[in-house]
């Protein structure tokens, strides 16, 4: 390869242990807004992804990430893993503010279409999630990943369970 055509990308995160600590002592909705107003770090997810908190309410939340060219398969457009994991991130994350601090949740199921392809045209994605329905230990939500430009481009329907957090998870540091 042509040492002029190549690029570089590098990251550096919090550790998540601090993270996971502050999610195991409060409610999930100010659990998102301390991540959104920076008083609790990031997951590395984010930092990995440049995502950002745009909004955060109750059973709803906005990311949103750049477009950058790393994140290309062969074929030159935005990898499909990428554009889900915003989907995923937003359509979990709207479940988890709906969260009190005794529980804790894990994604069961994410379908995804793809509506079109994303490049580099377009210099950010916002992805928004909403929960559609909050049960006792299941949840439903879906997300949708618009470009800059105002268009969709994919969407998703996530399922949820919801859990008592444990004895055990609640005394970890």
């Known amino acids: ?30 659990f998102l807004q301390a991540g959104r107003d920076g008083t609790i770090p990031m997951p590395p997810i984010f930092d990995l992804f440049e995502m950002r908190f745009d909004d955060v309410a109750e059973g709803r939340v906005v990311f949103s990430m750049p477009v950058r060219e790393y994140q290309y398969n062969p074929i030159g457009t935005v990898h499909g893993g990428v554009m889900a994991t915003i989907l995923d991130s937003v359509a979990a994350c709207c479940i988890h503010t709906t969260l009190s601090a005794e529980e804790m949740y894990t994604t069961l199921e994410l379908k ?13 994605m916002r992805a928004e999630g909403n929960v559609i329905h909050r049960g006792r230990r299941m949840a439903t939500s879906e997300g949708k990943l618009y470009g800059d430009d105002g268009k969709l481009y994919a969407h998703a329907s996530s399922t949820c369970m919801i859990m008592p957090v444990s004895v055990s998870e609640a005394t970890k540091p």
């Open 1 to 30: 390869m042509n040492a002029s055509a190549e690029r570089q990308h590098s990251f550096t995160w919090s550790d998540p242990s601090a993270l996971a600590a502050a999610a195991r002592r409060m409610d999930g909705l100010s």
């Open 112 to 124: 995804i279409n793809y509506v079109c392809g994303v490049t580099a045209k377009l210099s950010r």
